[in-house]
C-alpha cells in the first residue's frame, strides 16, 4: 500500500506548488554610485557586504529653512534590469518606521498604535530610472505608502529590513532620499543607512524565502490595538525554525476584513521544487467553516496571482479527517507557472464568536513528494524473502532520494537517486517504508511517501475449508466442491496431496468429467458407489505474492457417493426482500424456507436443506408442503446463494437446487453531478433509502461520514451498514462536480461618477451571466439594480449551465462626486390615454438636448434647447420617451435616461374641469360588470341623452338621464319599447344647457 503520510504531534498544514519554469540567476549587486548628497561612506553601499553599511543624513537645520538639508544616494547596476525585476534594498531608519511599513496598507494605523509618525519626523522616498527617466517613485509620507507589490518595505528572518521595488519598466538605478519632516524641531538630524541593492538568487539556503511582509484590509485602529487582528513576529514564519511562527490574527471581528502574510523568494523556480506552507490553526475554526477564508496565492513580480485557491478545495478525505482530528494534513496544487511569491490570505468569518487566528510555522521550497513505481509484486512478497521497491521524482536534478523506518525522525536506511531500487532486508512481516525527497546537500524535504510491503505467510492445510462432501452424494448428480480461504488467491485441484498429478479444467479419466471454474470450484460428474471413497487434494495461491502450499500441505477432501434410484422433485423458491434483508441483520435470525415436494416422497417423511454447511430439517405434510425454519444469516451468506433440498439424509433424491433469491440494492442515479460552488458533500448524493450508507470502496471500506466533500471524478459506493458486501453488492456511483472558470473584468478597481446613478449591475465584468455577492465566500447576491456604495468590495460569480464559479471575482467600486445631479424625466408614464397629449421635463440649464419619441408625436418642445416636451401618445405599444444632454460633469459629460410609457385607449373626455367622462364600451349581460352605459359626473349637471343606430334611428332618449341604460329601446320606432338592442356602434347625443353644450360621439354596445 502506497499513501501520502502527514507529520503528527503538531497541528501543520503543507501547501504545495509545482512550478515549471526555471528563471533562477545569481544575486547582482548595484556596484556603482551615480549621484549622492549627504553620504558618509557611501563605498560600503556597493561592496556586495550586507554587513556594512553608507549613512545617508538630513536635518532640520537651526533657523527656519536655513542649513537645513536632504540626503541622496542613487545606486547603479552593471546593467539594465528587465520590467518586473525586484530589486532589494537593505535600509535602516534611525525613527522606527519600518516596522509599521513592513504592514503594507496598515502602516498608518500601525504608526499610530506604536506611537511613531510617518509623516512629520524621518521621512524617505524611493525611486527607480532608467538612465534619467524616473519609472517608480515611492515615499514613506504617502498614504498607503509601500503596499503595492511595486513597492514593499519586507524583512528577513533576522528582522532586518529591505525595500522591495519592482519597477514595471526597464531600470538601471535606485536612489534612496532620506529627509526629516516639518515636525521634527530644529537642530535635529536623522540617519538612515544603506547596506546595498541588488537581484537574484544570491545565498538563499536550500529553497527558503528571503523576506516577507504583511497587509490587510477592514481594519481598523480599534481591531489593531484592542482586538489583537494584525500579524505578529512575522519574521519567525522564515527563520527556519519548526517551533517559532507568525501570528495572522482578526481576533473577534465580526466585520468583513482580511490579514494577509506574503513571502518572498529572490527569483521564482523551476520544475524541480515545490513550495510548502507549515501553518497551524484552532481545529474548533475548521467546524465554522475557516477552510473556505484561507486562501493561498501565487505571484510572479508584480503580475496577477498566477495561482489562487482556498482550503477548502484543496482538502480531500484523508486530509479533511486528519484536520478534525486536530492532526497535519499535506495539500498539494500546480499552479503552471513560476512564482517568487506566496500569499497567505485569512478573512473573517462572520459570527465565529471565537478569535481568528492563524499560525504559520515555516515556508520553503522543496522537491515534490515521491512517487513509488513498483509493481504489485514488488509490495506484495512471501515470508523470508526480500524485495526491491521503486520511488521516483519527476524532475529529479540535484535531488535525492532518503529512506527511513519511520513516518517522523526515525533511521536513515539509504540515500538514493531518483529511479533506484531501495532493497529490503528479507520481511517475515508487513513492514512500511517512508521516503523523501530532497536537495542534494539540503536538510529540508518533501513529506514522507509512505511505502508498506505486504508480507504474506506461505498458505497452509488449516487454511483452506471445503464444503460440498458433508453428505454422500447420489451417482447420479455432481460432486461439488466449493474451497474458501482467508487467503486471496487461485485454487488448484490434485489427485495427490504432493501435487504431482494435477486436475485441470475438463480433464476426462476413467469415464469421470472434471471441470474447474474461475472461483475454483471443483465439478465432478460420473462418480459411482464402486469406486468410492474418493479423496481430493487443494491449493491455494496468493494473487499478489504469489505464495502457495508447500507439497505435502494441501488440504483434502473425502467424498462418499451412493448408488440410488428413487426421484423427488421439490419445488422452492426462497426470496429475501430489500426490508427482509435489514431485518435479518438487525437481529431476525430465523426465516421459514417453504415448497411443496412430488414423486417417490412419501407424508411424514424427513427433508433436509444444505444452507452454508449446515443442515435444517422439515417434515413432508398431508398436502406435500413443507415449512422449515432456518438461520437467516446462513440463508443469506449460503457461498453460491443455492441450498441443496434431499429426503431421509441422503442427496440421491434431490431434484434439483434451489436458488435463493436475494434482493439487489436500485439506485436510480448512478452518475450524479454537482456545482463546485454548492460544496456539496457525501450527504448530498441522491440514493432514496433512508438506510443507504457511502463507502469508499466496493466490497470493504470506511463508511464516509455525511460531511465528507464530494470529489470531481472519485467513485463512492452504496450499500447498507452492517451488511456483508457478499450478501448485498454496493452500487458504485461516479460524481462529477462542475467548475465554472471565474469571471474576469478590465479592471477590479472601478470609478463610477456619481451623477450616472451607479448601480451594481453596472460594474464592468466579460462575461454577462453573473451574480453579484456581498462576501467571497456564500454571502448573499446582490440585486443587479441596487445603487453602488462608495469604497465597498463586490464579489461576481459567473454562472454556466445552473452552476456558479466557485472562485469570485472581487472589484473595488468607487463613487467620484461630481456635483452633478443625475439625469430624471419626470412626467406620466402609467395608464397614459392614446390620443391624448402629456408633457415631460428633464434637469434645467443642460446643453444639446436631444428628444426621441417612439410611438407618438412632438407637439411642443423637444428642441436642442428645451428641457420639456409635449407629446400625444398615438400608439398603444413600444411607446417610449427619451433624452440625452450634456453637462458639466468632469467624468462623464454625457447624459441619457428613457422612460416606457404604458398607453391605453381611454373615453373622451368631456371637459375635466367638469368632471366630465364618456366610457365608450359596455356589456349589458346582467353580470355585474360594466352592465351600463356610463358617463362619468352626469348625475351632476340636468341633461338629455338620446341614443341613435347606426342608420340613424333613435332607439333610446332619457331626461336626466343617471347612468342606467341597460342597452333597452325605449321608444316605438325600429324595435319596441323594451327590446334588446343587438350587439353594434351607437351614437349619442347629450345635451347639458347649464354648461351650454352639446355633445355627441359613438359608443360600442357588445352582449
Not at 29 to 56: E, F, G, H, M
Not at 445 to 456: A, G, M
Not at 477 to 495: E, I
Amino acid at each position: 500500500m502506497i499513501r501520502k503520510t502527514t507529520l503528527k504531534q503538531n497541528f501543520l498544514i503543507w501547501l504545495l506548488f509545482v512550478c515549471s519554469v526555471s528563471y533562477a540567476q545569481d544575486r547582482v549587486y548595484a556596484d556603482a554610485i551615480s549621484n549622492q548628497s549627504s553620504v558618509t561612506q557611501p563605498n560600503n553601499a556597493i561592496d556586495s557586504d550586507l554587513t556594512t553599511n553608507a549613512i545617508v543624513r538630513a536635518g532640520s537645520g537651526v533657523i527656519l529653512g536655513i542649513g537645513a538639508y536632504d540626503g541622496l544616494l542613487e545606486l547603479t547596476y552593471p546593467t539594465t534590469l528587465p520590467a518586473n525585476t525586484t530589486s532589494f534594498i537593505k535600509i535602516a531608519t534611525e525613527d522606527d518606521i519600518l516596522s509599521s511599513l513592513l504592514g503594507g496598507n496598515l502602516g498608518g494605523l500601525l504608526s499610530d498604535i506604536v506611537g511613531t509618525l510617518l509623516v512629520g519626523n524621518q521621512e524617505f522616498s524611493a525611486e527607480a530610472f532608467n538612465i534619467d527617466d524616473s519609472v517608480l517613485q515611492t515615499s514613506s509620507g504617502l498614504v498607503n505608502a509601500f503596499s503595492s507589490d511595486e513597492a514593499r518595505v519586507v524583512t528577513d528572518k533576522n528582522g532586518d529590513y529591505f525595500l522591495a521595488l519592482t519597477p514595471s519598466s526597464p531600470y538601471d538605478r535606485v536612489s534612496i532620499t532620506n529627509r526629516v519632516g516639518s515636525l521634527i524641531g530644529l537642530g535635529q538630524e536623522r540617519d538612515l543607512n544603506v547596506y546595498g541593492a541588488y537581484y537574484g538568487d544570491g545565498d538563499t539556503t536550500c529553497g527558503a524565502p528571503s523576506y516577507t511582509s504583511f497587509s490587510g484590509d477592514g481594519l481598523t485602529l480599534d481591531l489593531l490595538g484592542l482586538g489583537g487582528a494584525g500579524v505578529t513576529n512575522p519574521e519567525l514564519a522564515i527563520d527556519g525554525d519548526d517551533d517559532t511562527f507568525s501570528e495572522l490574527s482578526l481576533g473577534l471581528v465580526d466585520v468583513l476584513a482580511g490579514i494577509e502574510q506574503t513571502f518572498y523568494f529572490d527569483s521564482s523556480e523551476d520544475a524541480s521544487n515545490n513550495y510548502y506552507i507549515k501553518m497551524a490553526m484552532d481545529p474548533s475554526l475548521l467546524q465554522l467553516g475557516v477552510a473556505n477564508s484561507i486562501e493561498v496565492i501565487g505571484q510572479n513580480g508584480t503580475d496577477q496571482s498566477v495561482f489562487s485557491d482556498n482550503l477548502s478545495s484543496l482538502l480531500d478525505l484523508d486530509v479533511l479527517g486528519l484536520l478534525e482530528s486536530g492532526q497535519a494534513a499535506l495539500i498539494g496544487f500546480d499552479p503552471t507557472t513560476p512564482v517568487d511569491r506566496v500569499t497567505v490570505r485569512l478573512s473573517s468569518l462572520l459570527g465565529a464568536g471565537i478569535d481568528q487566528e492563524l499560525l504559520i510555522f515555516d515556508v520553503f521550497r522543496a522537491p515534490a513528494s515521491p512517487v513509488v513505481t513498483s509493481t504489485a509484486d514488488d509490495l506484495n512478497i512471501c515470508a523470508g524473502f526480500s524485495t526491491s521497491v521503486v520511488a521516483e521524482v519527476e524532475n529529479d536534478n540535484n535531488v535525492e532520494l532518503r529512506w527511513y523506518d519511520a513516518e517522523e525522525d526515525g533511521n536513515l536506511l539509504a540515500t538514493l537517486e531518483s529511479g533506484e531500487a531501495f532493497t529490503t532486508p528479507i520481511l517475515n512481516s508487513d513492514t512500511t517504508y517512508y521516503v523523501a525527497a530532497a536537495e542534494i546537500g539540503c536538510l529540508k524535504e518533501s513529506p514522507r511517501t509512505e511505502v508498506t510491503i505486504n508480507v504474506e505467510s506461505v498458505p497452509t492445510a488449516g487454511d483452506i475449508t471445503i464444503v460440498g462432501n458433508e453428505n454422500p452424494i447420489c451417482s447420479s448428480d455432481n460432486v461439488v466442491l466449493v474451497p474458501t480461504s482467508s487467503v486471496d488467491g487461485t485454487y488448484s485441484w490434485y489427485f495427490d496431496a504432493n501435487k504431482t498429478n494435477e486436475i485441470t479444467g475438463g480433464l476426462v479419466s476413467g469415464g469421470v468429467t472434471y471441470e474447474i471454474d474461475s472461483n475454483g470450484v471443483l465439478t465432478i460428474t460420473g462418480l459411482t458407489e464402486a469406486g468410492g471413497p474418493y479423496t481430493y487434494f487443494v491449493s491455494v495461491k496468493h494473487d499478489l505474492a504469489g505464495c502457495e502450499n508447500a507439497p505435502g500441505d494441501l488440504q483434502s477432501v473425502q467424498v462418499n457417493v451412493v448408488d440410488f434410484t428413487k426421484t423427488v422433485s421439490i419445488d422452492s423458491n426462497p426470496m429475501i426482500s430489500l426490508d427482509g434483508l435489514i431485518d435479518i441483520f438487525n437481529g431476525n435470525n430465523s426465516v421459514n424456507v417453504t415448497g411443496t415436494v412430488s414423486g417417490d416422497v412419501m407424508v411424514g417423511e424427513t427433508i433436509s436443506l444444505s444452507i452454508n454447511g449446515n443442515l435444517f430439517d422439515g417434515v413432508v405434510a398431508a398436502d406435500s408442503s413443507f415449512s422449515i425454519p432456518v438461520d437467516a444469516i446462513d440463508l443469506v451468506s449460503d457461498i453460491d446463494n443455492t441450498l441443496e433440498a434431499f429426503v431421509q439424509g441422503v442427496l440421491c433424491t434431490v431434484s434439483e437446487e434451489i436458488p435463493v433469491d436475494l434482493p439487489d440494492l436500485i439506485i436510480d442515479d448512478i452518475f450524479q453531478v454537482f456545482c463546485a460552488s454548492d460544496f456539496a458533500t457525501v450527504a448530498d448524493l441522491e440514493v432514496g433509502l433512508n438506510d443507504i450508507a457511502l463507502f469508499n470502496d466496493l466490497t470493504a471500506g470506511l463508511q464516509l461520514n455525511a460531511n465528507t466533500p464530494l470529489v470531481d471524478g472519485e467513485v463512492y459506493f452504496a450499500g447498507i451498514a452492517g451488511i456483508p458486501a457478499s450478501v448485498l453488492a454496493r452500487v458504485q456511483i461516479t460524481v462529477q462536480v462542475n467548475d465554472v472558470p471565474g469571471p474576469t473584468t478590465n479592471s477590479s478597481s472601478q470609478v463610477f461618477c456619481e451623477s450616472d446613478g451607479p448601480t451594481v449591475g453596472d460594474i464592468q465584468v466579460d462575461q454577462t451571466n453573473v451574480v453579484f455577492y456581498d462576501s467571497r465566500l456564500r454571502g448573499n447576491a446582490i440585486d443587479p439594480s441596487t445603487p453602488i456604495e462608495d469604497g465597498r468590495w463586490y464579489y461576481v460569480a459567473a454562472v454556466e449551465n445552473g452552476c456558479e464559479s466557485s472562485e469570485r471575482l472581487r472589484i473595488m467600486a468607487n463613487i467620484f462626486a461630481d456635483g452633478i445631479s443625475p439625469i430624471t424625466i419626470t412626467g406620466e408614464s402609467e395608464e397614459v390615454c392614446r390620443g391624448r397629449s402629456y408633457t415631460y421635463e428633464t434637469n434645467a440649464d443642460k446643453e444639446d438636448y436631444v428628444w426621441t419619441v417612439s410611438g407618438g408625436t412632438i407637439t411642443e418642445g423637444g428642441t436642442s434647447t428645451d428641457n420639456f416636451v409635449t407629446v400625444r401618445w398615438t400608439e398603444l405599444s413600444a411607446t417610449q420617451i427619451s433624452v440625452s444632454y450634456s453637462d458639466d460633469s468632469i467624468c462623464s459629460p454625457s447624459k441619457m435616461m428613457s422612460l416606457d410609457v404604458e398607453t391605453i385607449s381611454c373615453g373622451m373626455v368631456l371637459g375635466e374641469e367638469f368632471c366630465l367622462k364618456v366610457f365608450n364600451e359596455f356589456t349589458p349581460n346582467n353580470d355585474g360588470f360594466n352592465d351600463f352605459f356610463t358617463v362619468q359626473c352626469i348625475e351632476d349637471y340636468s341633461n338629455t341623452i338620446e341614443i341613435y343606430n347606426r342608420n340613424g334611428n333613435l332607439v333610446y332618449k332619457m331626461a336626466d338621464y343617471r347612468n342606467t341604460w341597460n342597452g333597452l329601446a325605449n321608444v316605438k320606432g325600429v324595435l319596441n319599447n323594451g327590446d334588446h338592442l343587438p350587439s353594434g356602434t351607437y351614437y349619442y347625443s347629450i345635451k347639458i344647457p347649464e354648461l351650454e353644450r352639446n355633445l355627441v360621439g359613438w359608443l360600442q354596445l357588445a352582449r
